[in-house]
């Protein structure tokens, strides 16, 4: 049925490139294994070719639109998709946890808001068993790197923490409208056993692995000393561990990290400029 309502205009500071390509719409819902009796989680729907197609593969699908124009022309076509409970609003601040364990989500994620949202939704991970998310090919390459290659990073060890992930498949710029000037790429996250890998206190994990890469030119002791680690307890850790201090970052495995934050204490918070005069 053709939509009675205009076509929105594409906002370039919401980073608007929208999905026009049908072939790789049914890549992505065949890829995301979607059923009947499936609850789905889209976010972006932009002017809906894949809410289209997930609305008839699906149970429900919740698709949070922050654009109210884009909104407002979905809702245009509520009637062919009863199934679909469109709405507008900021995915970082919508209640996910208000969604049935067990959700699928399903979205070409807004590229320029993507790593919060990846990292908002793997922290929910025991609500989403797995994600089939179109990013920018770059955050593809750095959610599957591997230790030793350039792209890993903060991103990888992460997310890789909680999903085996898998870069399915290439999307060209001509699959758009308008063309990005960047390259996309389908993911597959497929989120771990709850105790596959036990880091034991999640924040403090975190932040070892940001601290880690926070100077990605310096050995790993170095780079955790200057953000406040104890260089000793680190070297000993190390060793501990059959690794040399002259180690760096990206050269540490998922596990190794794992074990690293369970010999580590957290580091003591330093005092603010006003508590040190």
Not at 7 to 22: A, S, T, V
Not at 171 to 185: K, L, T
Not at 196 to 213: E, M, R, T
Not at 238 to 260: G, K, P
């Amino acid at each position: 049925m053709p939509n009675p309502s205009p076509l929105p205009p594409p906002l370039k500071r919401l980073g608007q490139n929208f999905l026009i390509d049908p072939n790789i719409v049914r890549k992505i819902v065949a890829l995301a294994g979607v059923t009947p009796q499936d609850n789905v989680l889209e976010i972006g729907p932009g002017r809906g070719a894949l809410t289209e197609a997930l609305a008839a593969a699906a149970a429900r699908v919740v698709a949070i639109e922050i654009d109210p124009l884009l909104h407002q022309y979905l809702m245009a076509r509520q009637a062919e998709w009863p199934n679909v409970e469109l709405i507008c609003a900021d995915a970082l601040e919508y209640p996910t946890a208000t969604l049935p364990v067990g959700t699928i989500v399903v979205a070409n994620l807004p590229y320029y808001i993507s790593t919060p949202l990846l990292f908002m939704l793997l922290a929910q991970r025991n609500r989403f068993p797995r994600l089939v998310l179109m990013v920018q090919e770059e955050v593809a390459d750095r959610l599957a790197a591997k230790p030793g290659e350039e792209a890993y990073g903060v991103l990888s060890v992460m997310a890789q923490y909680a999903a085996e992930i898998t870069k399915a498949f290439r999307v060209s710029a001509n699959c758009f409208r308008p063309r990005p000037d960047v390259g996309s790429a389908v993911v597959s996250l497929r989120v771990k056993e709850a105790g596959s890998l036990d880091c034991g206190n999640y924040a403090d994990f975190n932040a070892l692995v940001k601290a880690g890469f926070a100077h990605r030119r310096k050995t790993l002791v170095n780079s955790l000393r200057n953000e406040g680690y104890s260089q000793g307890t680190v070297v000993e850790a190390l060793a501990e561990m059959d690794l040399q201090a002259t180690v760096r970052a990206e050269t540490l495995s998922v596990a190794q990290f794992v074990e690293l934050a369970r010999l580590l204490p957290a580091p003591t918070p330093r005092p603010c400029a006003a508590e040190r005069q």
